[in-house]
């Protein structure tokens, strides 16, 4: 059964036609058909068959097949409407979440600005022998995502979530499309773990059953595995997009 109840949504309104025809060719037929043999039952010899009742019978019998068929039209016609109202309720909807997600995005900081965040964090962890690290979130979005403006969608809910686990203190950037920096002042290698994991289950939220992208998340601390700010950019750096202008730090 499962096999018959698969119904591809770009052919639903095909299949809808098609059933209120056979409906109503249906009913027809079967008004039909009934009307001959009760037309062929009036003209039988029997007196009995003759009387105006049962005429009254077959005129009202022909009347309520009209008004059967009247009024499946007519909820045909209601239900088509209805599923026109949700299919551009839902494809606003779907506008709106895009422009939400663009926004979104606009909204996050570049590379520039982390360049800054970083080498003032960086001297800060320094001078007070404190740790600090570094996110860098990548998505790879689903191959089931055809344009762009899905591909976006599914970058600003990754955001959202990502902007939602952070602290105070921390920082957020977007480095190219797809790809986020996360600047966590005075949490250690060992820590950053429990960020990741809890950024991890966020995001995988945030696909969702269609699995909308996948992503991994890279981390390096410092004074555990760097020892100089620019190592930190380097990392950072090697995520930018072909060709994006990069401001240099000062």
């Known amino acids: ?31 039909a058909g009934l ?3 009760m037309y062929s039952a009036l003209a039988a010899p029997p007196e009995t068959l003759r009387g105006p009742a049962v005429w009254k019978g077959f005129y009202g019998f022909c009347i309520l097949s009209i008004l059967l068929v009247t009024y499946l039209m007519q909820r045909q016609m209601v239900i088509r409407r209805l599923r026109r109202a949700l299919g551009e309720e839902h494809q606003h909807n779907i506008v709106l979440r895009h422009r939400a997600s663009a926004d979104m995005l ?20 320094a001078n007070t022998h404190q740790a ?27 955001a959202r ?7 105070g203190e921390d920082s957020i950037y977007l480095f190219s499309p797809g790809v ?3 600047v966590l002042p005075g949490v250690r290698g060992c ?17 969702g059953v269609s699995e909308r992208f996948s992503f991994d998340i890279q981390a390096v601390n410092y004074p555990e595995h760097v020892a100089a700010a620019i190592e930190m950019e380097q990392l950072a750096r090697s995520y930018l997009a ?9």
């Open 1 to 31: 059964m499962r096999i018959f109840d698969r119904i591809d949504a770009a052919t639903l309104d095909r299949r809808d036609v098609q059933l209120w025809v056979l409906a109503v060719g249906m009913i027809l037929v079967l008004a």
């Open 35 to 37: 009307a001959l043999l």
């Open 106 to 125: 606009e909204t996050l900081p570049g590379f520039g600005h982390f360049q800054d965040r970083l080498a003032m964090e960086f001297r800060r962890a």
């Open 132 to 158: 600090l690290s570094l996110l860098v979130v990548r998505l790879r979005p689903s191959s089931r995502l055809t344009n762009s403006e899905e591909i976006e969608t599914a970058s600003g809910d990754a």
């Open 161 to 167: 979530v990502l902007v939602r686990k952070l602290r």
């Open 180 to 182: 986020f920096g996360m």
């Open 191 to 207: 820590d950053a773990n429990g960020v990741i994991e809890r950024l991890g289950e966020g995001l995988t939220d945030a696909s």
């Open 242 to 250: 072909p060709k994006q202008p990069v401001q240099q730090a000062a």
